[in-house]
Structures are given as C-alpha cells and as structure tokens.
C-alpha cells in the first residue's frame, strides 16, 4: 500500500523568503516547522512559520516529482502559483 504524501510552501511573516518541502505528513511537519524542532535548519533560521501552498499527492513519490518542478521555478512563477489558490496569502495551517 502506497502512502500519500503531500508538497507544501511556506513563507515568513514579511513574505521575504520561501521554503518548498515534501512530507507525507503535513501536519506534522509544519507543527515542527514553527516550533523550529531543528533549531539549525533553514526554516529556523529564517523564521519560516506560515503555510501558504499546499498540493495534496496520492503517492510520495508523485509528491517528490512535483516538489522538484516547483523548486526549479522562479520566485515569480512560485508567486504566481500560490496566489492562484490564495490570494490573501493567509496561514493555510487552518485547513489541515
């Protein structure tokens, strides 16, 4: 049986930086995110807490593929994609 798994992205307050991950549970992960559980990481050092882009996958390996598309992606194109499905840019955190 093939476990799902999710891409997400997300942002810090001012909206300066973007962090794209993989995960086949999202909200876990985000939950570590913005508890900075690897105070080292680049989420922590950046102060990346907010949700704001997530595309739910049946396969992690789908997930991994798309994660991969997206990072290659310019910052405009990335803002491109999330203001297409939030255009408030608000914490999608809620909707998990």
């Known amino acids: 049986m093939q476990k799902g798994g999710a891409v997400y ?3 810090n307050k001012h909206h300066t930086v973007f962090y794209t991950g993989v995960t086949s549970d999202l909200y876990s992960r985000v939950i570590e995110h913005r508890t900075k559980a690897y105070p080292k ?9 907010k949700l704001i882009y997530f595309e739910p996958f049946h396969s ?19 803002l491109l994609l999330v203001e297409a499905i939030n255009p408030e840019w608000k914490d999608l955190f809620d909707e998990l």
């Open 9 to 11: 992205i997300m942002t």
């Open 41 to 49: 990481s680049f989420t922590a050092r950046y102060n990346i807490e």
């Open 60 to 78: 992690i390996e789908e997930a991994i593929m798309r994660e991969k598309q997206i990072k290659k992606y310019r910052r405009e194109k990335k």
